[in-house]
Structures are given as C-alpha cells and as structure tokens.
C-alpha cells in the first residue's frame, strides 16, 4: 500500500534468492509502486505472482488474499511476510532444520524479528508458562496470573525477576504473519482473516485458528528476520498511541480490534472482559498522561480510544471519520 517499495524491493531481493521459495506471491493494495512492481516481475518471470487490488484492503483483506491464492499452489509451506519484513539468507532451509525436531510436522514457525523491541524476551521465558491460546488481549485478572506472580516474587526481592537459559526454539501462545513458517494443510483448513479487521490482531486471531486445528506454535531464534520499518520503533505500543506522530487511524484499530477479537475469542465470561478491558484502558491512560501530560493531542487520543473500545462491541458502526485509514 502507499509508497513502500524501498521497503518492499529489500524483500523481494532477499526471497528471490532463496532457492527453496518456488513463487512469491504480491498482494498490491493499490499501492504507488505498480511500475515497480511489473518490472521486477518481468525479471523474475514465472516466479512472482501480483494480486492487484482497487484499494488498500489493509492487512487482513491483504493477507486473505494471497493465502487465499496460496491455498490452491502446489507447495508445502507458505511463508508469510509484512513487505518490510527482510528474511535472512537460506531462510528456509533454516526453518527446515528446526522442523527435524517436530516429527508430527504439526507446527508453525516464526523466524526472529531480530530488531523488535521485546522480541528477544520469548528465548528467556520462565519456565512457568501457558501458551495455548487465551482468546483476549485482556487478562488484567486472572488465577493464572496471580499464581504466577507469586512464583516470580523470590525473583523480584532479589534484585528483579532472572532470566531462564537461552532457549534457541521457544513455544508461543500465537504468531504474527511477518515471519510465519506454515504448513500448506494448515493454510488451506484454517479460517482466512477477517478481512473486516482491516489492521492490526488479525493476525493473532488467524494463529488461534490454525492452532485450534491442533498445530503448535514456536519461534526460532534461527532465521533472523529484519523489520525495516516499525510502526512504534521506539518498541512502546502503549506510549507509541500517544506519540502525535502516530496516525490516528492506527490507534483506532489497534484498540477497536483487541475489543472485537478478544469479545468474540475469550474464554473469560463477559463480566469479567468487559472489568479486564476497563481496568487496561484506565491503566493505559493514566500511563499516557505522566509521559505526555494533558496536551491537546493526548485528549484527543483518549476520546479516540474510548471510540475504539466502543466500536469493538459494536460491530455495525462505522469507522469515524478521522481515524479512516491514509
């Protein structure tokens, strides 16, 4: 979408040269880069595909898309990835290597965003965890939670909580597209993304489709992938909602679409949601207010967010105005 091929040439350099990857599929969302686009197909001919579409149908309606195609290919794993998303070279044979210690083959991949804020934590998890899928970004409360704060606690009196060894495969309760490794079975028997998410946790929503099929998640610490723009680079998805810089439609969605998807995935009851996503968002703007204080921007973010929350337990509204994607 946009005018993203600086991003996006980097991709395609680093998947065409990867000689396990038989066709890279294109989804042009209306971009400002369809010159570009046809002549490094023509360079690369019969292995690139484009699915041109009239407008930006966002993440999801773009990544439907091209799984959508990729259902009907003949290969064995689809590899999924944002256009600034740059693999690492013989990325795949990488993932392949990691696969020799999954006999069942049930299992999708996730490479190493190397340069995500955060990222590098998944490979010095405790060892108390629970990664199958909780359905909600919200999980303020939780007996789980409680449990494992108290295991914590010895950690945290003696100096902070300590790290686990390094774990070069770590399992995760979901994945992002940038970097999925997916077995073909999965691709064509899982729930396409909802397209009328547009932008953000669609792809958490799409991972506990596949994993409900019965695959399992990990990430690897082996291949890197290189994210060559972040939305929030400063890695604060939570200050990064407040940054002026930030579209506003940005913010929108990414609210909007924790509601909508954690409503109708969660396995907690509603009461305790609807508790779970007002103690975040109260949370969420008082951490808001001490980084940036009561500017003009920071109330018109809170409005906007509270709009969003809304929105996410309306499904028939509409997008406001100004939160209408570029």
């Given amino acids: ?70 259902r009907s290919t003949d290969c064995d794993f689809v590899f999924l ?52 899928p909780r359905g909600t970004f919200f999980q303020v409360f939780s007996w789980n939670k409680i449990l494992h704060f108290l295991r914590l606690l010895p950690g945290l009196y003696s100096g902070g909580i300590k790290r686990g060894p390094f ?53 690897c610490a082996s291949p890197k992938i290189y994210d060559v723009d972040l939305t929030f680079g400063d890695g604060s998805h939570i200050f990064g909602l407040f940054k002026p810089e930030t579209l506003p439609f ?9 509601v909508r998807i954690s409503v109708r995935n969660t396995r907690q009851s509603k009461p305790v949601l609807f508790i779970n996503i007002l103690v975040w968002i109260t949370g969420l703007f008082v951490l808001g207010f001490f980084k940036y204080g009561t500017t003009r921007t920071y109330w018109e973010r809170v409005r906007l967010i509270l709009r969003a929350v809304y929105d996410g337990y309306n499904v028939n509204t509409k997008v406001p105005k100004e939160a209408e994607p570029l």
């Fill in 81 to 132: 990835l944002d256009d600034d998303s740059v693999p690492e070279e013989n990325s795949i044979e990488k993932f392949i290597e990691v696969l020799k210690y999954f006999p069942s083959g049930k299992v999708v991949l996730s490479g190493n965003r190397v340069n995500v804020p955060g990222n590098q934590d998944f490979f010095y998890q405790p060892s108390i965890t629970d990664v199958s």
């Fill in 167 to 219: 774990i070069p495969i770590a399992p995760t309760e979901a994945f992002v597209y940038g970097a999925a490794f997916i077995p073909i079975e999965a691709v064509r028997e899982a729930p396409l993304p909802d397209v009328s998410l547009f932008l953000y946790g669609d792809d958490v929503e799409y991972s506990w489709g596949i994993k409900r099929l019965g695959y399992e998640s990990y990430i």
């Fill in 1 to 70: 979408y946009g005018d993203r091929w600086v991003f996006l040439s980097q991709v395609v350099a680093s998947v065409m040269s990867d000689k396990n990857i038989t066709k890279l599929v294109i989804v042009d969302n209306d971009s400002k880069n369809k010159n570009e686009i046809d002549e490094i197909t023509k360079e690369y001919s019969g292995r690139i595909v484009v699915l041109r579409q009239e407008k930006n149908l966002g993440s999801a309606g773009g990544f439907a898309k091209g799984i959508e195609y990729a």
């Fill in 250 to 258: 940005k913010v929108y969605y990414r609210i909007r679409n924790m």
